[in-house]
């Protein structure tokens, strides 16, 4: 079964930075693309990032590029969000996915980001 345990949330204020994690398991993390999304009370579910496993390229929503960094270690079967300069709009509850098959971040950044399973980690960003 694929799980995702997502860490690293909190309370942080504007300008400030933090950096999510998620360890995967129940699949071959290596071949997978990972990504990150984001659900907020009263908004739309959006893809934040995503990474592919073949080469490592980076993808993100025009709303947090170039202030969110994505990364991965395979070794560690881990995905890691670097959030900086944070504001207010990007509070929400944070989710790690995969997609479904092996096609990397172009062809599945809109069907990896349909559904947010797991716990996922709230960020709060405020003054």
């Known amino acids: 079964q694929v799980q995702f345990v997502e860490s690293g949330g909190g309370l942080v204020q504007p300008g400030g930075s933090l950096r999510l994690s998620c360890a995967a398991s129940?699949?071959?993390?290596?071949?997978?693309?990972m990504g990150w999304l984001r659900q907020a009370p009263g908004k739309e579910r959006e893809g934040v990032s995503c990474?592919?496993?073949?080469?490592?390229?980076?993808y993100y929503a025009h709303s947090v590029k170039g202030r969110f960094t994505i990364s991965r270690d395979d070794a560690r079967n881990i995905v890691y969000l670097q959030m900086d300069n944070l504001k207010p709009e990007d509070s929400a509850a944070y989710y790690c996915v995969t997609e479904a098959l092996p096609l990397g971040c172009r062809q599945s950044w809109d069907l990896m980001f349909k559904d947010a399973w797991g716990q996922g980690t709230q960020l709060t960003v405020s003054s």
């Open positions: 129940g699949f071959t993390f290596s071949s997978y693309a």
């Open positions: 990474i592919d496993s073949t080469d490592g390229s980076t």
